[in-house]
């Protein structure tokens, strides 16, 4: 299973986990697995052996992938069509001010500093970035037959300030909730819910890296308004990815005359080696450019990794462009780790260990040439001026809203343009 896949699993399991609000699932019995197994059966008509789900939740030792079959189960447990169509309602995780990244279910823990490095650079967003929600929803009832109506409520919000950390002030009216349940969730992540006063009408909370959200009002267990939030830049942003928030960085720690590069000196200041431990760097904007729809741009722009000496033998780097929905990411390594990249475009991951992704494996210690252009059929991924991927475009009436590029220990940026119709819209260095 690569990292996007084992990202998605988990994330099902926990959704799982706190729909059945049995606790700690480390403490489960075999006559929890029996009676997991019943209510599967009875919900989607499979019959998934006890053997089976004690496989996939970790109490016996197993290292085959779950079939397509059992993943299908699962998705249909929570109420999706299959397991294609819950991984297309996912959306990254951002730490937020309620709930640290530690505070992650306990299976999760186990596996923390692998995905969060994994999930930043190769997927090239926060923290475990792998996940997507469905573009254009108004209402998204989670349980098919609840009965509140979206209209007896309303949800809105505004970010206070551009730059991070940034708190955003959610306006809200549910006093006809017929519970006192009621919760704002700051974006697709369930555990990411603040309980609220029913009666109250306004809620703040704290966005530590920027990028696209999908904000929800909940009541009980049903999502009954949400909608598209964007948390912006200040021009640019570096960070250092740290727990719970990121290290941001000064201007003067990054941005130079002609690139954007970072010195091993602000590593040292910092008190962080990569050599020893895994030092994941970033450099956002976003929401500084008008929208560009992505059915007709170009990207562009030059990178390489600076790290000297790197406890990352793949020496990983990447691009991630945001759009309302899911990210279009470019993944780049050393050529002999192109088997562990994932590509992204805002309909689908392709994993390089289905997919030959050979052309993103280069020497990054030399400026690399990287280009991404949208037609109105695909997504194109060029490197070093060589087609090294073509993805299908459906989702077409999307937009670029902005960008960020990942490095394992430190990089450099420049030459960076973006396009449409001929005409440049975003230019840096």
């Known amino acids: 299973m690569d990292n996007s896949e084992f990202l998605y699993k988990t994330?099902?399991?926990?959704?799982?986990?706190?729909?059945?609000?049995?606790?700690?699932?480390?403490?489960?019995?075999?006559h929890d697995f029996e009676k997991l197994s019943t209510l599967i059966h009875e919900r989607t008509h499979v019959l998934l052996s006890i053997s089976t789900l004690k496989r996939i939740w970790g109490k016996v030792k197993y290292t085959s992938t779950p079939t397509t079959s059992t993943m299908d189960a699962l998705a249909g447990f929570l109420g999706y069509e299959n397991w294609r169509s819950f991984v297309a309602h996912q959306h990254p995780v951002?730490?937020?001010?309620?709930?640290?990244?530690?505070?992650?279910?306990?299976?999760?823990?186990?596996?923390?500093?692998?995905?969060?490095?994994?999930?930043?650079?190769?997927?090239?967003?926060?923290?475990?970035?792998?996940?997507?929600?469905?573009?254009?929803?108004?209402?998204?009832?989670?349980?098919?037959?609840?009965?509140?109506?979206?209209?007896?409520?309303?949800?809105?919000?505004?970010?206070?300030?551009?730059?991070?950390?940034?708190?955003?002030?959610?306006?809200?009216?549910?006093?006809?909730?017929?519970?006192?349940?009621?919760?704002?969730?700051?974006?697709?992540?369930?555990?990411?819910?603040?309980?609220?006063?029913?009666n109250g009408h306004t809620h703040t909370s704290i966005y530590y890296e920027p990028g696209h959200y999908n904000a929800k009002l909940v009541i009980g267990n049903q999502v009954v308004q949400?909608?598209?939030?964007?948390?912006?830049?200040?021009?640019?942003?570096?960070t250092i990815d740290h727990s719970p928030s990121p290290i941001y960085l000064n201007v003067a720690d990054f941005i130079k005359k002609d690139q954007l590069d970072l010195s091993k000196s602000v590593l040292e200041k910092h008190k962080l080696d990569?050599?020893?431990?895994?030092?994941?760097?970033?450099?956002?904007?976003?929401?500084?450019?008008?929208?560009?729809?992505?059915?007709?741009?170009?990207?562009?722009?030059?990178?390489?990794?600076?790290?000297?000496?790197?406890?990352?033998?793949?020496k990983r780097a990447g691009i991630g462009l945001f759009t309302e929905t899911m990210p279009i990411s470019f993944p780049l390594s050393i050529k002999g780790c192109v088997s562990d990249l994932t590509v992204a475009s805002v309909d689908g991951f392709f994993s390089g260990k289905e997919h030959d992704l050979s052309k993103f494996g280069t020497d990054l210690s030399q400026w690399v040439d990287v280009k991404c252009v949208g037609t109105d059929k695909s997504i194109q991924y060029y490197v070093n001026n060589e087609l090294a991927y073509e993805a299908p475009l459906i989702s077409d009436t999307l937009h670029v809203l902005g960008m960020v590029y990942g490095f394992s220990g430190g990089g450099s940026v420049r030459n960076v343009r973006l396009s449409s119709a001929d005409k440049i819209i975003f230019q840096a260095f």
């Open 11 to 30: 994330r099902c399991l926990q959704l799982i986990e706190e729909k059945l609000n049995w606790g700690d699932s480390a403490n489960w019995s075999n």
């Open 94 to 198: 951002t730490p937020t001010e309620e709930t640290p990244l530690k505070a992650v279910a306990s299976h999760t823990s186990r596996y923390r500093s692998g995905i969060m490095w994994l999930g930043a650079i190769a997927l090239l967003l926060s923290a475990t970035w792998a996940f997507i929600y469905k573009k254009n929803r108004q209402v998204a009832p989670v349980k098919a037959d609840s009965q509140l109506a979206a209209t007896e409520f309303t949800f809105s919000s505004k970010p206070v300030a551009r730059g991070l950390p940034n708190s955003v002030i959610f306006t809200y009216d549910a006093t006809k909730s017929p519970t006192d349940s009621v919760f704002i969730q700051q974006n697709w992540d369930p555990m990411r819910r603040k309980l609220v006063d029913k």
């Open 226 to 238: 949400e909608h598209s939030l964007l948390v912006p830049t200040d021009g640019w942003l570096g």
């Open 274 to 314: 990569p050599l020893t431990e895994r030092v994941g760097v970033k450099y956002y904007n976003v929401g500084n450019f008008d929208p560009i729809p992505i059915n007709d741009f170009s990207f562009s722009a030059q990178i390489k990794n600076t790290a000297e000496a790197n406890s990352d033998p793949c």
